[in-house]
């Protein structure tokens, strides 16, 4: 079994940053399919980013430039880097790390950017 835990969401201002942490209780990550996804209000899941076990990297297209997607194995902890932060970007934000037929994801953080 595997437990992802997010952290860093918050409350910022439009155009401020925020680094979002997901920490693995075990050592998946460089084998791993990771993806950061949020949830707004009313809406359903949508992918942010991903990283695959290589280090290839994919954006949507509305946080290219804005956000980085990264891992540390030896921390066992993916980051979402998110700069220039819009109210749009408001939602709860989920890690998912996948590999064959596992996937998990944590519980969610919280980011909320007011106007």
């Known amino acids: 079994q595997v437990q992802l835990v997010e952290s860093g969401g918050g409350f910022v201002q439009a155009g401020g940053s925020l680094r979002l942490s997901c920490a693995s209780s075990?050592?998946?990550?460089?084998?791993?399919?990771i993806s950061w996804y949020r949830q707004a209000p009313g809406k359903q899941r949508a992918l942010v980013a991903s990283m695959t076990s290589g280090g290839s990297t994919d954006y949507t297209d509305s946080v290219k430039g804005r956000f980085t997607i990264s891992r540390d194995n030896a921390k066992n902890t993916v980051y979402l880097q998110m700069n220039s932060l819009k109210p749009e970007d408001t939602a709860v934000y989920y890690c998912?790390?996948?590999?064959?037929?596992?996937?998990?994801w944590g519980q969610g953080t919280q980011v909320t950017v007011s106007a």
């Open positions: 075990r050592s998946i990550f460089s084998s791993s399919v």
């Open positions: 998912k790390a996948a590999w064959g037929l596992n996937a998990y």
